[in-house]
Nanobody
């Protein structure tokens, strides 16, 4: 069992930065691939970024590549999403996700555990 709690969301102007954190509980955290998804009003939940259990492999949606960076600290059982050069279209609720299979971490329907979400609002 893994429980995920996000923090770090808020209101920021376009061009600004935020860092999201996802604190996990559970002794098996280090064996899970971790990811971030987001969901804007009226839209489906979409993949943003993911990282393998070792931290050696990372994956990004094209829309955030070069602006967002995912990382993890297995000792602190926390995963981070550094978001730079934010745009109004990045506005959404951001969800932390865990999957026991790295091949499934990009697919919302195959996620094992979800956090409760944190709101990110980017003003123009």
């Amino acid at each position: 069992q893994v429980q995920l709690v996000e923090s770090g969301g808020g209101l920021v102007q376009a061009g600004g930065s935020l860092r999201l954190s996802c604190a996990a509980s559970g002794r098996t955290f280090s064996t899970y691939a971790m990811g971030w998804f987001r969901q804007a009003p009226g839209k489906e939940r979409e993949f943003v970024a993911a990282i393998s259990w070792s931290g050696h492999s990372t994956y990004y949606a094209d829309s955030v590549k070069g602006r967002f960076t995912i990382s993890r600290d297995n000792a602190k059982i926390t995963v981070y999403l550094q978001m730079n050069s934010l745009k109004p279209e990045d506005t959404a609720v951001y969800y932390c996700a865990a999957s026991s299979l790295i091949i499934a971490i990009k697919e919302a329907g195959r996620i094992d555990y979800w956090g409760q979400g944190t709101q990110v609002t980017v003003s123009s």
